[in-house]
Every structure is written in structure tokens, then in C-alpha cells.
């Protein structure tokens, strides 16, 4: 089975911090990892994904994780925060087509 | 392209009363999905279809029905309404491809049952 942790369900950070929201996953094979961002109101959209390869990925806003398979983690981070980055952050794994597994969210506040 | 579209965005519903939440998507995407959304507990899978006429259950789907008829729609059927189904209903799509691939979502519909 496959399931994911996040650590913090609610993060705070100055404005213009390092932004830091933690995951650490289980997996019986290589996992293939997502971090999905939900602004108020709206529906869940895609910031990065680790398949295979290289493994600090890069998506979209600045935002960026390292997979670590020694770690089995795959934090996601910013250097410096902004206010519209306020908006609650889901970790995922997928084990196929239909079984992506969602992380509990972390909200993220950003206090200027 | 209008991505995924749920109709309605808000219902309030009384105890034992039916609706069918409507999504439809325009990216001809073959993988269909719905989630509910609880605070605190992530997004559960309700029910999912891998294209038209084929559908399956995921983790929750007792309360719930689902049907397939065309690549492009979705609906999500609640028969007898009860409030442990208050929620936020979302649904997504995917090409499928690739298992990586990522989702779609729609907007949501929030849903509470008196």
C-alpha cells in the first residue's frame, strides 16, 4: 500500500521567507509524486511532479522538491514567499491510473 | 478550452432528497474521477471511469452512484441524502497515458445536507 504524510497542517511564514511544506511518502516500488496547489475556492492544480530522473524538479511559480529516496521524502520549498502563494498544498502519489493517493493538505499563510 | 465544469457550484439538500452532480469535460480525456473533499482529510476517491460505458469503485463510494455514456461527461448520482455527505465534491479527468500523468480538476460543488 501506498500512502502520504504531511507534516503541519497549517504553515506560517513572513512574507519574502523560505517557504518549507514537508511530505515523506511509503511505497513498495519507485513512486511516481505530485504536489498540487488549491487556492480558495477553486479546484486542485498541478505545481510539479517527479516521475523518474533528475531529482530536484522544478514547476510552476518558483515552487520546487527534491525527491530523496533515502529519506522517502519530497519536500516541497520556495526561497522567498509571496502573498498570493497563500493556498493549501497536497502531496500525492500515484500508483496508477486511478489510485492517487492525496496527502491531508498543508495551508500555507503568508503574513506580510 | 473550458477544462472541467461542475454544475452545481452550491446545494443544500434535505435528508433522503436525490441529486446528480454534473461534470463534463473538454479535453477528450479518456480517465474520469470523483473526489470528496472533508477538512483535514484530503481528497477521498468516490467512484472513477478509464473511458465511455466503464466505470469502478474507489475508496468511498457507498451513497453514490456513477454512469459513463460519453467521453465527455460524468455525472454523480446521490440517492437518499444523508449527512455524513455533507462535503466538497470535486471531479477531475485525465489522458491517461501515462500513470504520471496529472489530473484536471473542476471547480467543486459545495454540498450540504440538512
Known amino acids: 500500500a501506498q500512502s502520504v504524510t504531511q507534516l503541519g497542517s497549517h504553515v506560517s511564514v513572513s512574507e519574502g521567507a523560505l517557504v518549507l511544506l514537508r511530505c515523506n511518502y511509503s511505497s513498495s516500488v519507485p513512486p511516481y509524486l505530485f504536489w498540487y496547489v488549491q487556492y480558495p475556492n477553486q479546484g486542485l492544480q498541478l505545481l510539479l511532479k517527479y516521475t523518474t530522473g533528475a531529482t530536484l524538479v522544478k514547476g510552476i511559480n518558483g515552487f520546487e522538491a527534491e525527491f530523496k529516496k533515502s529519506e522517502t521524502s519530497f519536500h516541497l520549498t520556495k526561497p522567498s514567499a509571496h502573498m498570493s502563494d497563500a493556498a493549501e498544498y497536497f502531496c500525492?502519489?500515484?500508483?496508477?491510473?486511478?489510485?492517487?493517493?492525496f496527502g491531508t493538505g498543508t495551508k500555507l499563510q503568508v503574513i506580510p | 478550452n473550458a477544462g472541467v465544469t461542475q454544475t452545481p457550484k452550491f446545494r443544500i439538500l434535505k435528508i433522503g432528497q436525490s441529486m446528480t452532480l454534473q461534470c463534463t469535460q473538454d479535453m477528450n480525456h479518456n480517465y474520469m474521477y470523483w473526489y470528496r473533499q472533508d477538512p483535514g482529510m484530503g481528497l477521498k476517491l468516490i467512484y472513477y471511469s478509464v473511458g465511455a460505458g466503464i466505470t469502478d469503485k474507489g475508496e468511498v463510494p457507498n451513497g453514490y452512484n456513477v454512469s459513463r455514456s460519453t467521453t465527455e461527461d460524468f455525472p454523480l448520482r446521490l440517492e437518499l441524502a444523508a449527512p455524513s455527505q455533507t462535503s466538497v465534491y470535486f471531479c477531475a479527468s485525465s489522458s491517461g497515458g501515462r500513470i504520471y500523468n496529472e489530473q484536471f480538476f473542476g471547480p467543486g460543488t459545495r454540498l450540504t445536507v440538512l
Open positions: 500525492a502519489v500515484s500508483r496508477g491510473y486511478q489510485k492517487v493517493t
